[in-house]
């Protein structure tokens, strides 16, 4: 049955003239610092950008990811699934789309790429289930570029601090390498969509490698300094 039989007609995906541009990665990769850096550079040069997160780019998104990130709770695998679905899905209606209907860059933290990757290869749940339900929690909603900001697993957690561990970042070692694993087989499989970015270099080379890689798909000419 083709995913696209769960969806409504008013869901499909419709065209935009924004771009939207997704960071994917490891915990402690470096998005989060990165895309702050950038937001500065882009509003230098007037170039109209919103940045959202998933999970938590909306107020509902914040409560889900409460609940998404605190290791207190107990959920299940298929709940964790589920949840980090529903908080995409009211991303993508409440902020994503209108943004991109506008035309704005939309950049966002972490987007499906993560589902497939933690849920699917880290805890091991069906894959076409997950990109069922990634074709549903966004209505098809595909970036047209995702940076994957590559790192090795154990260097990535060394960044964090232990005791800030959240309900992913307290998973073995093992569960890490998998992730990371699944992030460069989706790179693989998706060239096109994919822009690898080595997070292991120092700062100012990680923000080189990003800005490189947003002059050439966005057109235009951020300065590396
Ligand atoms: N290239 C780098 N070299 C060394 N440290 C870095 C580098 N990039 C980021 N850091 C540091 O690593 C830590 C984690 O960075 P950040 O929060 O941006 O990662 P993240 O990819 O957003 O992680 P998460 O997936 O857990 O949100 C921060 O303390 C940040 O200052
Ligand atoms: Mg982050």
Redesign the pocket.
Known sequence: MSANTYLSSSNQEKKHPGIFITLE??????????LRIISKELDAINCQHIITRDPGGTAAGKQIRRILLNSNFPLSTTAELLLYQADRAQNVSEIIRPALEKGLIVFC??YIDSTIAYQGYGRGLCLKTIETLNKISTGGLKPSLTLL?DLDSEAGLS??HPGNYDRL?REALDFHKKVRDGYLTLAKNEPERFCIID?S???TN?QSAFRKALNERLSINLPDV
């Open positions: 990665g490891p915990d402690g990769a470096g998005k989060t610092t990165q933290d972490r900001f960044r964090l970042e997070a270099a120092p700062l990680v």
